[in-house]
T-cell receptor, first 111, second 116 residues
Framework: KQEVTQIPAALSVPEGENLVLNCSFTDSAIYNLQWFRQDPGKGLTSLLLIQSSQREQTSGRLNASLDKSSGRSTLYIAASQPGDSATYLCAVEGGSEKLVFGKGTKLTVNP | DAGVTQSPTHLIKTRGQQVTLRCSPKSGHDTVSWYQQALGQGPQFIFQYYEEEERQRGNFPDRFSGHQFPNYSSELNVNALLLGDSALYLC???????????????FGEGSWLTVV
C-alpha cells in the first residue's frame, strides 16, 4: 500500500527566504508525482506535475524534483512571498489516475 | 474554459440523513474521481467514474455511492450520515481516454459537509 509522508508538517519563514518542502513515498512504482497548493477552505490548485521519467519540473519560482528510486521529491520555492502562504500537498499516481496524498505542509511566509 | 465545478459549496445535515453532491468536470475530461478531506488531513480517494461506471474504489463503506451521467458530470451520494462524514468533498477530473496516465488532474473547490 502506497504511503506518502510530508515533512515538515508546518513551516514559518520570513519573506524573501528560499525554502524546501519534502515528500517521500513508499512504493517507487509510480506514474507521476504532482504538487498542489491549497488555500484555507479551498480546493486544490495543481502547481507542478513530474512524470516518472523526469527528474524535475520548473514553473516560475517553483522547482520540483523527483528521485523515484529513493522515493523522494522536493518542492523548492525561491524568494518566498506572503502570498505563498498556503498548505502544499504532494500526491503520487500509481496508474489509473488515482492519487495518494500526503497530509501536507502548512507554509506561513511572514512579511 | 470552465474548470471543475461543484455544488453545493456548503451544507449542513443531521445524522442519519442522506446527501447528494454534484460535480461537472473540466471541459473535455471524461473521468471523475471523488476525494474526502477531513480537517488537517490529505484527501482520501473514494471512487472514480469512467464511461458511467465505477472504475475503482477506495476504502469507503457502501454508504458512499456515486453516478456518472452521459455528459460526464457526476454525483456523490452518502446515506445514513455519521458525524465522522463531516469533511471537504473534492471532485477531480481527468482525461483517461487520452491513453496515457500522467495527465494533470484538476480539482474543484469542494463541497463542505457538516453533519450535526
Amino acid at each position: 500500500k502506497q504511503e506518502v509522508t510530508q515533512i515538515p508538517a508546518a513551516l514559518s519563514v520570513p519573506e524573501g527566504e528560499n525554502l524546501v518542502l519534502n515528500c517521500s513515498f513508499t512504493d517507487s512504482a509510480i506514474y507521476n508525482l504532482q504538487w498542489f497548493r491549497q488555500d484555507p477552505g479551498k480546493g486544490l490548485t495543481s502547481l507542478l506535475l513530474i512524470q516518472s521519467s523526469q527528474r524535475e519540473q520548473t514553473s516560475g519560482r517553483l522547482n520540483a524534483s523527483l528521485d523515484k528510486s529513493s522515493g523522494r521529491s522536493t518542492l523548492y520555492i525561491a524568494a518566498s512571498q506572503p502570498g505563498d502562504s498556503a498548505t502544499y500537498l504532494c500526491a503520487v499516481e500509481g496508474g489509473s489516475e488515482k492519487l495518494v496524498f500526503g497530509k501536507g505542509t502548512k507554509l506561513t511566509v511572514n512579511p | 474554459d470552465a474548470g471543475v465545478t461543484q455544488s453545493p459549496t456548503h451544507l449542513i445535515k443531521t445524522r442519519g440523513q442522506q446527501v447528494t453532491l454534484r460535480c461537472s468536470p473540466k471541459s473535455g475530461h471524461d473521468t471523475v474521481s471523488w476525494y474526502q478531506q477531513a480537517l488537517g488531513q490529505g484527501p482520501q480517494f473514494i471512487f472514480q467514474y469512467y464511461e458511467e461506471e465505477e472504475r475503482q474504489r477506495g476504502n469507503f463503506p457502501d454508504r458512499f455511492s456515486g453516478h456518472q451521467f452521459p455528459n460526464y458530470s457526476s454525483e456523490l451520494n452518502v446515506n445514513a450520515l455519521l458525524l465522522g462524514d463531516s469533511a471537504l468533498y473534492l471532485c477531480a477530473s481527468s482525461l483517461l481516454s487520452g491513453g496515457t496516465a500522467g495527465n494533470t488532474i484538476y480539482f474543484g473547490e469542494g463541497s463542505w459537509l457538516t453533519v450535526v
